[in-house]
């Protein structure tokens, strides 16, 4: 049975996707409310990829991350909230087989990196705070090239081992998943078969793709707060700690929720807290970062300020 194609000894050619409520009023509502959260994300990522670019005082290793954070998170939220609105106010709420395995392969390859990529992050808010004078030899831009192409690479190889092992699984009906969109948990549940083996992988791949990273993130922070400790001014404190608060902030709504929806039996899951887990990293996060990293960022708006002054210009 295993070594046939995914295909063949699957007799489910499309699933549905239950979402939230069956309630048309209550759909309704959240269809607004998401269409605003996902307005806004498109705008705030956009709007930072942008500002980065034109910008030359922010051409720096740490705007550059930014600029790659921004551009995963629109491109996280684009796999799965622009279905789930149509499905919010549409009575056809189904994802082809196809269409299933693509958008759980593209989600886990654009979140498998981004973790990778808070951990680039932080590695180079140690440098500039405990190698100040070092920085711009050590922080290369062929270092930052090589840091995001080595997280996109992982992202690209861990996401495929995840889909491969789910979707070889036999899915004999029934095909309706308690989920917004297709994830890995929530799919899982309508295997016709044991899943103890993807709860094993599942388990290994969430410890060495989160805890991981965290562990390098954490260790990063360690000697960043040593460092910050022995600054004699205040000011020279507040400045160095408030560069790394929106990173820890970002780190801390993305990652937690991701290790406990990827890193525990599926028999425990709840759907309907799973759906609010995944709305925290999927949804939420994305919507928040622009506005975190904008408001403590006084470099962030001047850009922004800059920006407005040469569009008038233009006109």
Known sequence: MHSQGWRNHSSVTEFILLGFSRNPRTNWILFFLFLFLYSFTVLGNGLIVTLIRVDARL???????????????????????????????????????????????????????????????????????????????????????LLVVSSALCGLTCALVYTVFAMNLPYCGPNEINHFFCEIPAVLKLACADTSLNDQVDFILGFLLLLIPLSLILASYIHIFMAILRIRSTQGRIKAFSTCASHITVVTMFCIPCMIMYMRPGSEASPEDDKKLALFYNVISAFLNPIIYSLRNKDVKKAFLKLIRMSEDIQ
């Not at 808070?118 to 050590?138: Q, S």
């Open 59 to 145: 051409h720096t290793p740490m705007y550059f991350f930014l600029s790659i954070l921004s551009v995963l998170d629109l491109s996280y939220a684009t796999t799965t909230v622009p279905q789930m609105l149509v499905h919010l106010v549409s009575k056809n709420k189904t994802i082809s087989y196809v269409g299933c395995v693509v958008q759980m392969y593209i989600f886990l390859t654009l979140g498998i990196t981004e973790t990778w990529i808070f951990a680039a992050m932080a590695y180079d808010r140690y440098i500039a705070i405990c190698y100040p004078l070092h920085y711009g030899v050590k922080m290369s831009q062929k270092l930052c090239v």
